[in-house]
């Protein structure tokens, strides 16, 4: 009997271990570590108590989030203009202890039968990542169902009856079976099926492939289950605005004038170069910062890229007026910002056409690595986007490597305005071919 239960215990895991294996989608960089981290000491006011006469005043939208987690139910949802931090904003959210707090005492008030299993789980739409699983509904469902059923392996044979009906009672496995063919049932039975109290945490539903009402239909029929709640970012756009009209909601650029007035801040002290500027014109430097919020209505990036150019113009010996004045210069839209940052000398106008075309086609082929790395951008620029996509650095010793990706880095610098940045690879932080390209921001694609 024991043997018998062992071995039952065993393929049970194996099944089980198998169907996660198919569900699994393979990302080399998911859109959810892109995502910068939260500036120190901001959104902490998302865990507060909206005061509901300013709100009424000042005719801004600010939903008790708090409650929402510890009691509410159905959507909850962040809207914002393009760059205000909403991808952000969400990253704080889901990794803050505080939200996980707040919705296990919103599990432990289901009846016993519910058996308080409280899961969460993420998805971070991302349209121009180079892969289709990060902006398609199988791709969302893959990932969730994935996300949820590694942290309760015993829900498998409730979310894919058939596909573990073949697995483990008949040990048959088709060759040509496919978890997207199963993932549509799995994500209608989890909640009518299983006493499991979920949470949802869902940004950029306007980076889905499809149609927008889809995925708002999508997010508010599985949210009307009771045990399942979800909580959604997106632009402002109709179908977002219709399906989510009765749903408690945060607009965020209305709440981030102080967050951005401490990344201002803290960016203009921590810089040896506004030394001079921050301790001996500190009335100068308060209005500095104070037009800099008032022109930036609640964008982040836009505040990024002009604190990054007062910095230069600082350490071109720009004093209070100058900075001033550069601040005045630039357009307050993203897209004019844009054009201003490419007006590049004409000597550099075609070698920045062809690296930002060569970004944009390896994004368009959905390879592997869904951004270049400064070698293949290189390679791309002088031969072929596809030969530069299959390339093997194995024939070039470290110091051509180095050579090569120094020369590109060079380039995007000075070419490119901006609107590309150069990251790092967390598992090769030695090697030069470990440094990639990636757009400034999903705006700037």
């Known amino acids: 009997i024991v043997r018998v239960a062992t071995s039952e215990r ?6 089980g271990r198998g169907i996660l294996k198919d569900l699994q989608i393979k990302i080399s960089r998911p859109r959810y570590d892109d995502v910068v981290e939260a500036h120190e000491d901001t959104f902490h006011w998302i865990f507060e108590q909206p005061d509901e006469d300013a709100l009424k005043a000042s005719k801004r939208i600010w939903s008790d989030f708090t409650g929402w987690l510890r009691g509410g139910s159905g959507v909850y949802w962040v809207s914002g203009k393009p760059a205000s931090g909403k991808s952000t904003l969400m990253k704080y959210v889901v990794s803050h202890e505080r939200t996980h707090e707040l919705l296990h005492e919103w599990s432990v008030k289901f009846p016993d039968g519910y058996g308080n299993h409280l ?7 991302w349209l121009n990542g180079g892969d289709k699983n990060q902006s398609s509904q ?5 990932s969730i169902l994935h996300e949820i059923c590694s942290e309760y392996p015993h829900l498998l044979p409730t979310a894919f009856p058939d596909l573990w009906s073949k697995r483990y009672y008949q040990r048959v496995r088709a060759e040509n079976e496919n978890a997207d063919d199963n993932v549509g049932v799995g994500y209608r039975s989890l909640p009518t099926q299983y006493p499991l109290q979920l949470c949802l945490f869902i940004d950029g539903l306007d980076e889905y492939e499809g149609d927008n009402t889809d995925i708002a239909r999508l ?3 599985i949210s009307s289950f009771e045990n399942v709640k979800c909580c959604l970012s997106s632009r402002p756009y109709r179908p977002f605005i219709e399906a989510f009209r009765k749903a408690p909601s945060l607009r965020l650029q209305d709440f981030t004038a102080p ?3 401490r990344f201002v801040s803290d960016r203009l002290e921590g810089d040896a170069r506004c030394d001079e500027i921050a301790h001996g014109q500190q009335v100068a430097a308060t209005e500095l910062v104070d037009e800099i919020v008032s022109c930036a209505q609640g964008v ?3 505040v990024k890229l002009v604190v990054e150019s007062l910095l230069q113009g600082r350490g071109n010996g720009d004093g209070i007026t100058e900075l001033k004045q550069r601040l005045r210069e630039f357009p307050t839209e993203l897209s004019q910002l844009y054009d201003k940052m490419l007006r590049v000398d004409n000597i550099y106008k075609d070698d920045a056409a062809r ?3 060569s970004v944009y086609k390896a994004s368009e082929l959905g390879a592997p690595m869904t951004q270049l790395t400064l070698l293949q951008l290189h390679t791309a620029i002088h031969t ?3 030969q530069a996509l299959v390339m093997h650095p194995g024939h070039l010793d470290q110091r051509q490597i180095d050579l090569r990706s120094q020369e590109m880095a060079s380039k995007i610098i000075v070419r490119c305005g901006g609107l590309l940045e150069i990251q790092q690879q967390a598992s090769m932080e030695e090697a030069s071919c470990g440094l990639f390209v990636s757009y400034l921001h999903r705006t700037s694609a």
């Open 384 to 386: 072929d986007i596809k």
């Open 119 to 125: 899961c969460t789980a993420k998805f971070f739409f």
């Open 300 to 302: 982040f990036l836009w």
């Open 219 to 221: 997010f508010t029929k």
């Open 355 to 357: 690296i930002f075309r």
């Open 138 to 142: 199988v791709g969302l469902l893959r």
């Open 259 to 261: 967050d951005i007035a």
């Open 10 to 15: 065993q393929q049970r895991h194996s099944v």
